[in-house]
């Protein structure tokens, strides 16, 4: 890990699955001795304006950002929004529509589960988290594997969704979300620039073309999940694409003393990859 790069692009708060408040993941930062973070919660914006306001207090520059789900090729593609004017109403809409496919899938996984025999109740998941989740934030796979893991079904988080979260999961269920390539639009139309998530997850590497021709601006080449073989062949691609080079830990929390995906900080790039995305804003 370059220790010179600090900035971290890709961080979750309590908004969507992560275990940590704006606030808290401002001073995690600090600790980290980064001086950059983006706040890059699963469809939705909630956490950023609690982070930046951190942020100018503990002199760390906060990123606005946001991850939106996709599917392509049958799984779950992620894309990350940078810059964007979160306050933009119709982006707002967009996200809304999104968060209740998230929901709707919650409750097919529940529904799932329930016939394998593992009675989870949603609620229940909603009241571990101080009952129903403010408007703009979300529930997400982590909230429902840590049921899985306090009710004794599986003893890790790792187990819940080899087993039963994952795309090779038993329980695991996608409903029709947009394209990837519908995201990169949305993000660019509130202004932002867009990259795609921790490829080396999906290994759909021929849809990386397609992507730049809908406009795509980078490719998160470094990741708490990437091999050194992943981060080299994403670099390699990005490069050839003329993309922004862009990477971070994909930080959740610690949920039964395992990271998720990794610490703050655990993947960091230099500063000039902030100044790289700006440039790739749309006016």
Same mark, same amino acid.
């Given at each position: 890990?370059? =220790?010179?790069?600090?900035? $971290? /692009?890709?961080?979750h708060?309590?908004?969507?699955d &992560?275990l940590?408040? !704006?606030?808290?993941? #401002? ?20 956490g950023?304006d609690?982070?930046i ?20 090729s ?13 306050k933009d ?10 968060r ?11 529904a799932?589960?329930?016939? =394998?025999?593992?009675?989870i $109740? /949603? ?7 101080? &009952?129903?989740m403010? !408007?703009g934030e979300? #529930?997400?796979r ?25 795309k090779?999961?038993a ?11 519908e995201?990169i ?6 202004g ?9 997850l999906?290994?759909?590497d021929?849809?990386?073309?397609e ?9 998160e080449?470094?990741h ?10 994403y670099?390699?691609l990005?490069?050839r ?16 003393g ?6 703050v900080?655990g993947r960091?790039v230099?500063i000039?990859?902030?100044d ?8």
């Amino acid at each position: 890990m370059d =220790l010179e790069a600090k900035a $971290d /692009l890709h961080i979750h708060t309590t908004a969507s699955d &992560g275990l940590h408040s !704006p606030e808290e993941i #401002v001073q995690m930062a600090k600790v980290a001795g980064l001086t950059a973070i983006a706040i890059t919660d699963h469809d939705t914006t909630e956490g950023i304006d609690a982070a930046i306001a951190e942020g100018e207090q503990a002199n760390l520059i906060v990123v606005p950002g946001v991850e939106i789900s996709t599917v392509a090729s049958g799984q779950d593609i992620h894309v990350l929004g940078y810059y964007m004017n979160d306050k933009d109403f119709l982006f707002q809409e967009r996200l809304q529509s999104l968060r209740s496919v998230r929901d709707r899938r919650n409750e097919l996984m529940a529904a799932k589960l329930n016939e =394998l025999g593992i009675p989870i $109740d /949603l609620n229940e998941i909603y009241a571990m988290h101080g &009952g129903s989740m403010r !408007p703009g934030e979300s #529930v997400g796979r982590p909230h429902i594997a840590e049921w899985l893991i306090q009710h004794g079904a599986v003893k890790s988080m790792r187990e819940a969704f080899d087993r039963y979260l994952g795309k090779n999961g038993a329980a695991y269920v996608n409903p029709p979300r947009i394209h990837p390539q519908e995201a990169i639009a949305w993000i660019h139309e509130a202004g932002g620039c867009a990259v795609l998530a921790h490829p080396g997850l999906y290994g759909e590497d021929a849809l990386v073309p397609e992507l730049v021709i809908a406009g795509l601006d980078g490719i998160e080449v470094y990741h708490s999940d990437h091999s050194p073989e992943d981060e080299k062949r994403y670099k390699e691609l990005a490069t050839r694409f003329n993309l922004v080079l862009s990477g971070g830990s994909d930080f959740h929390g610690s949920r039964q003393g395992e990271e998720f995906h990794g610490p703050v900080g655990g993947r960091r790039v230099s500063i000039t990859v902030i100044d790289q995305l700006k440039l790739r804003r749309r006016k």
